[in-house]
């Protein structure tokens, strides 16, 4: 961590647990703030992915087999 970030986090701990929660949750909304253009482009992308699908350019995959995937042996 650089010494800004520690800094901060350094203030951060001298609040109270409420305080704290608060700002973790000020930052992580800041993360999931609206982007217009990447929300059109993954509109974009999900329509032509299902008009792929529906011309059988693309095949479906199960759930389970996805999770399968990702699951530890």
Known sequence: MNKTITAIEAEA??????ARLELVDAILGSLDETNPE????????AED???????????AVSLDEVL????AP
């Open 38 to 45: 990447m929300d059109r482009l993954w509109s974009q992308e």
């Open 49 to 59: 992915r299902l008009t792929a699908y529906r011309r059988g350019e693309l095949k």
């Open 68 to 71: 399968a995937k990702y699951r």
């Open 13 to 18: 701990r001298k609040l109270n647990p409420t």
